[in-house]
């Protein structure tokens, strides 16, 4: 049994530092000592910056390229419109079913637990989603549909990020879940054990180890850098616990776009205990187009990855398309 103090103690520790996350431009400056003329920053975007100062110390001082940096700096190119880039670049709003919950393939429904996340990435396909019509408001009606739907086995928390909830929610939620027999499988995407490792407390590890659900979390790692000892720690303590922990990336130019990059990365998550899973292709969000890349790029990066790395260190290189019943693998 945990005790309820240090309970208390851990999740004051890690909403302390969501609270502090970095949110203006000119404290991003001048955390990472780089002059007003080496970046092209934008201020007011509707798309707030928001990052976690453990993020932010990772990423190496007066390099305006840093690949963590360029993930969540809001580049000027973000106001630029480009043909082709969407608001909703997967339809998500054609496959809502009531308000949080989302299905887009068999077997499996996503719930948009809350709109809150650790990190803005400035790729995110859904920056601009509409989350006061999309939220958990009446998490009674989720139920509701999920219950009327046994063919359901698998519930996907997603977001923002559901890690973002206090454990009461959490527990709670999750507890309600397990009231419906069909659901076998309990999957949590976030980008917490990365952003902010304190979140993954030994409570919250008890948790997700005492539910009769099959647990797994998808974590969000782009580059090797965004690892450090912190963030294995966390990890152990979700491996020690027998969860699964996969790892989907997204392609990103100037982020990660090389062999050299990639191949590091999925040697570093799998020296963590995390396995490569996806490798995305770009989804196209209006505002960040500068990150993308042409099929022909990505698949030519993903081959020659092929060349470098043994079969089970190579991700599936996969692209979203909407109204396809899964994934689209890119050979």
Known sequence: MIHALNVEADEAVWQAILRSSVRSVEELRHLLELQDEQVDWVEDSEFP???????????????PRDPLLLQVAPSREELNSSEGYSPDPLNENEFTLNGGLLKKYANRALVITTQACPVHCRYCFRRHFDYSANQLTDFQNTLDTLANDP?????????????TLSNTKLEVLIQQLQ?????????????????IPQRITPALVEILSKTRFNVVVVVHINHPNEIDDSVQ??????????????????LLKGVNDSVQVLSKLMHRVFEIGVVPYYLHLFDPVAGAHHFDLSETIAIALWK????????????RLVREVPHQPAKVIQT
């Open 49 to 63: 910056l928001h990052i976690p100062r453990t993020f932010v110390e990772r990423m190496e001082k007066r390099n």
């Open 151 to 163: 063919s359901i086995v698998e519930v996907i928390l997603s977001g923002g990020d559901p890690l």
């Open 179 to 195: 009231g419906l027999n069909h659901v076998q499988i309990l999957r949590i995407h976030t980008r917490f054990p990365v952003m």
């Open 233 to 250: 720690q966390a990890i152990e303590r979700l491996r020690n616990a027998q969860i699964e922990v996969f790892n989907q990336s997204v």
């Open 304 to 315: 020659e990855l092929q060349s470098q790395l043994p079969g089970y260190l190579v991700p």
